[in-house]
């Protein structure tokens, strides 16, 4: 799953896709970045209780400061980056081995690392390693 917020202009587009597919959209009344003033939850809704929480598992979490496009979205999906890509602010692998520390990966944008909470544990991804787009992999 694939979440894009296209702001570059009023109303912006907020774009869904799955499998690299689009899957919908809507339109997003405002502008400019996304403030962020408070932890950023992945796979919950809130810190109000245990309710609204994720039952799956989530590999590969990726935030850019730009919209990707499709294309973009289709060539990486399936593919584990080198953390040094441009316009990538946060990326987390979610394999990183025993402990509660979920590393970021691209350090170019300062640290972020995140914590594993509630039982939260890793499990092996099924992402391939990186390659070049239209390369070996």
Known sequence: VAAVRD??????TLRIYIDGVPAGSALDPTSGSLAIDAPDLIGRRNLCG???????????VRLWNTALTPAQIQTNRNRGLTGGEPNLLTYYRCDDGPGSVLADGAPLAGPNNGTLLNGTR??????????VPGGPD
Not at 7 to 12: D, E, K
Not at 50 to 60: A, K, L, M, P, S
Request: hydrophobic residues 35%.
């Open 122 to 131: 890793f499990v092996l991804s099924d992402v391939s390693p990186f390659g």
């Open 7 to 12: 702001a570059s202009s009023v109303p912006g």
């Open 50 to 60: 245990t309710r609204n929480v994720f039952n799956g598992q989530i590999d590969e």
